[in-house]
């Protein structure tokens, strides 16, 4: 499974930074080679512990991990919505990732100017609203508008059928989106059932996407977080009160890191006083924001994670390495990867009686460790 997180914000917010961070501690991996030749992609390894201890346990000559893509979607500025800037080339890379992540400056910084004039995340988060709800508005209220004069051609008839029953799926979900989008509010905000989030994922709106706030803060200066003032107040205010998912990282010091051997960089991070992996915990919050886990395989020729929905089953979850184990599903012999590594090994989990056979039904854990036994 495919995972692309856009990285939007302001002009010199520090999204460039952040991106080249990544970038540099990317991994490349032979299923994607475009990484190497999109210099907008950065392909990213997701850090799990879990990975490298079953590869250590199994003497795995590869280990493979899962990943997550970062796009570097084109900059943003007010007016972005009505074209302004390379307002139309960013909303049409920012429609083809599956979630956002928004950087927002923290720090002050009289060498960097700040395109509002002064620094406030708060209004810097409400801009970019704007303009994603605008471009959600256009497209959305010109659709319902059809679909509103479609429906009534099909009024006469007694029950819709196929494509008219999708029709009017479409048209009760915009009824409730457009009115949201027209008050300034995020399509996501509107309460929906399953069967209207189906209907409402074909619309491909921009307000729908899950979205994760990257608070940039900048060692030696003035930061937001640590003056406690106002603005921070307001910021936090707004992320408690919609239950937005955030992480607070120093994009400069990540992306200076990337020339520090790794047995240096906690010396490194002590002496600027940055004491965890920013890079590290934006890509774990971007793997979570979708509600997205791990199942592994493991063995002496390799060591990997694959990337499934939380809820799958075991055919869905063995569709992830190939189809055969989701349409010739016969079973699937499973165990937590704590358990495997207190066992020693699949032969030593087995004679203890710790591998659980498993059918069509089971729902995979995050943790699992699988070998699918198909027809």
Do not use: C
Request: charged share 30%; glycine share 8%; net charge negative.
């Amino acid at each position: 499974m495919s995972l692309s997180i856009g990285i939007v914000g302001l002009p010199n917010v520090g999204k460039s930074t952040l991106f080249n961070a990544l970038t540099r501690k990317g991994v490349l991996i032979a299923n994607y080679p475009f990484a190497t030749i999109d210099p907008s992609v950065g392909v990213v390894a997701v850090p799990d512990i879990r990975l490298d201890r079953l590869a250590e346990m199994s003497h795995s000559e590869k280990k493979v991990p899962a990943i997550v893509e970062f796009v570097d979607i084109a900059g943003l500025v007010k007016g972005a919505s009505e074209g302004e800037g390379l307002g139309n080339q960013f909303l049409s890379h920012i429609r083809e990732v599956d979630a956002i992540a928004e950087v927002v400056r923290i720090f002050e910084d009289d060498d960097i100017h700040h395109v509002a004039g002064s620094v406030d995340p708060r209004y810097d988060i409400e801009v970019v609203d704007l303009e994603l709800i605008q471009a959600d508005l256009q497209g959305a209220g010109k659709r319902l508008e059809r679909l509103e004069r479609d429906a009534k051609s099909l009024a006469h008839k007694a029950t819709a059928e196929g494509g008219d029953k999708l029709l009017i799926a479409e048209r009760d979900v915009l009824r409730k989106i457009v009115p949201a989008l027209q008050a300034g509010r995020a399509a996501r905000t509107v309460p929906l059932e399953e069967q209207e989030r189906e209907s409402a994922k074909a619309l491909h709106l921009l307000t729908l996407k899950p979205i994760l706030y990257m608070l940039n803060r900048k060692s030696g200066v003035v930061n937001i977080d640590a003056e406690g003032g106002q603005r921070w107040r307001e910021l936090k205010d707004f992320l408690d009160s919609t239950g937005a998912q955030y992480v607070v990282v120093d994009a400069g010091v990540e992306n200076e890191l990337g020339d520090v051997h790794s047995d240096e960089k906690a010396d490194f991070r002590r002496e600027l006083g940055v004491a965890d992996d920013g890079l590290d915990d934006l890509i774990k919050a971007g793997y979570k924001l979708l509600d997205l886990i791990s199942f592994f395989t493991t063995g002496e020729d390799e060591s990997r994670a694959w990337t499934i929905r939380r809820g799958s089953t075991a055919p869905e979850a063995g569709a992830a390495i190939h189809t055969d184990f989701r349409d010739k599903f016969i079973r699937a012999e499973t165990i937590r990867w704590d358990k495997l590594l207190e066992a020693g090994s699949w032969a030593s989990a087995r004679d203890k009686g710790w591998v659980r056979s498993e059918g069509k039904e089971y729902v995979v854990a995050d943790g699992d460790v699988l070998e699918f036994k198909h027809g």
